[in-house]
């Protein structure tokens, strides 16, 4: 790995003064860690691997350069390009990223009085409206895989230009969900051009695949656990009362602005009705929902207009929601690195966030391996009126528990498959 020399500030990146000038009226003081070793090497051309914890600051760290290196080449780009270019492709998971990074792309911009075209596509909304948008290409594009293929069989978008290639969420977009996709864009990406890799987690069957992608990549993995403004609490409860404790726990604290995961779309209307119940209203945010329902339902979460909002993983990938206070694990998620991005919404950019996971004893041999992964150890807690039994410290030599004998019956009943004691750590809710 090569050694990387960590700039002081923004100006010691070799950004040039429409950028400079742009992150001082943000209010941007000094490079996050992940922006000062990468942002360099990126100017210089180099292919990257980045890892950082969310909130840290990727997209500024991909952005920034980007945006420089095509204001540098455009005169010479516009000249020699024909038909629906794009020179810089980022690759995105999930439709509300593809428009977040645009909008931080453009943001980012102002300063080059509109010279340089941002465009992001995705599925959910009218092909139509896109394709107009592209006539001419597109010098920055965003975009979703399927939308983005659907665009280049309409002949709406070339890549033959393409100088610089973004893969956001990488841990995301090498996996086994968007190989066929990324495969077929790669076919029509010109042999020679820069790509980047950003991502919380890089799974090692992900980091396999990355050797064929790269040329002589700088790694760079920035993880600051031990300055993190996250906050991360396990709380155990029996199966039955998880719905009990995830409305007495809003109500108690009075959290206005709390993002509770689940992992079916089905379970997310289930929740919210039985919440509901509870006196605790709730929306709900998945796939099923249309792009127009999906940004209606974000934008009011984001203002605050709505305090509980209940969403499957699609929500975990990239969402910034300005001080968003608590992220609950109401469901853990199937992957460990999923933990990471569920987590990684709250705490973001400094601020003080509460990541709660609410386990049971059928989930407790799974957060041991989300832990074991993520290489992390939180205390059990449990909260008063909502005790769970014992859990035991070792889910892979749990004893069984026996189910209590019903009112009533000579018959005996079967113990469970699954019941673990254990050590209870006990800390004030």
């Not at 210089?44 to 914890?53: F, M």
Request: net charge positive; with cysteine.
């Amino acid at each position: 790995m090569t050694a990387i020399t960590i700039p002081a500030n923004f100006t010691e990146l070799g950004l040039i003064p429409p950028l400079l000038a742009r992150l001082t009226e943000l209010e941007y003081q000094q490079p996050t860690p992940i922006q000062a070793q990468a942002i360099p090497s990126i100017l210089a051309g180099r292919d990257l691997i980045a890892g950082a914890n969310t909130g840290s600051g990727k997209t500024a760290t991909f952005a920034l350069p980007l945006l420089q290196q095509i204001h540098a080449e455009k005169p010479l780009s516009s000249k020699n390009s024909k038909g629906n270019y794009v020179t810089g492709l980022i690759l995105v998971p999930t439709r509300e990223l593809a428009k977040q990074v645009a909008d931080s792309i453009k943001s980012y911009a102002v300063h080059f009085n509109g010279s340089i075209k941002t465009i992001a596509v995705f599925g959910g909304v009218s092909v139509n409206t896109q394709m107009l948008a592209l006539r001419g290409g597109a010098d920055i594009l965003v975009a979703t895989p399927g939308r983005l293929l659907d665009l280049i069989s309409s002949n709406a978008i070339k890549l033959d230009l393409v100088k610089t290639l973004v893969l956001d969420e990488a841990d995301r977009m090498l996996s086994l969900g968007f190989t066929e996709e990324l495969s077929a864009i790669r076919a029509l990406l010109p042999k020679k051009k820069q790509i980047l890799l950003f991502s919380a987690t890089f799974p090692e069957e992900v980091k396999s695949l990355t050797e064929e992608l790269l040329n002589d990549p700088i790694e760079i993995q920035v993880q600051s656990a031990d300055a993190s403004t996250l906050v991360q609490r396990v709380f155990t409860v029996n199966k039955g009362q998880k719905t009990a404790l995830l409305a007495h726990l809003i109500k108690e604290n009075k959290w206005r602005q709390v993002l509770i995961f689940v992992n079916a779309k089905n379970s997310c209307n289930h929740l919210a009705d039985k919440l509901s119940k509870r006196g605790v209203t709730a929306e709900v945010f998945h796939g099923d929902k249309g792009q127009a329902a999906r940004s209606r339902v974000l934008e009011a979460f984001k203002s605050g207009e709505i305090d509980v909002l209940i969403a499957t993983d699609i929500a975990a990938r990239g969402l910034d929601i300005e001080k968003l206070p608590v992220v609950i694990n109401f469901d853990l998620p199937r992957s460990p690195s999923d933990y990471m991005h569920r987590i990684g919404r709250s705490g973001r950019a400094g601020e003080v966030g509460l990541a709660l996971s609410l386990i049971d004893h059928e989930d407790y041999h799974h957060f041991n391996v989300i832990e074991k992964k993520n290489k992390i150890r939180l205390e059990r807690e449990e909260v008063a009126g909502f005790e769970a039994g014992e859990f035991t410290r070792d889910a892979f030599s749990a004893p069984e528990k026996p189910m209590a004998k019903p009112e009533g019956s000579g018959k005996k009943k079967n113990k469970n498959k699954v019941q673990i004691n254990a050590d209870i750590w006990l800390r004030n809710s």
